[in-house]
């Protein structure tokens, strides 16, 4: 049976569009995706979520988490 090793990468909301959680992270979404995919990492769903806890942020997406697996060697 193959088993997965699974990996969230998040970006969010700000007043300059959508940064990466981590906020030493600078390199743009495809950069990224793409070293990610040349270490074996394939993206299998992206999730968007909406804050209603404010009202600046309500109904706007403010949260994307990228879903990554990639099998684990047996």
């Known amino acids: 049976m193959q088993k997965w090793e699974y990996k969230i990468v998040g970006r969010q909301n700000s007043a300059d ?39 600046e942020w309500a109904g706007m997406t403010t949260h994307i988490n990228h879903y990554l697996r990639r099998p684990v060697e047996p």
């Not at 990466?20 to 995919?37: C, P």
């Open 17 to 55: 569009g959508f940064v990466w959680a981590d906020a030493n992270e600078k390199r743009s979404i495809t950069e990224v995706l793409n070293a990610l995919g040349q270490a074996g990492w394939e993206l299998v769903s992206i999730v968007s979520t909406s804050d209603t806890r404010t009202k």
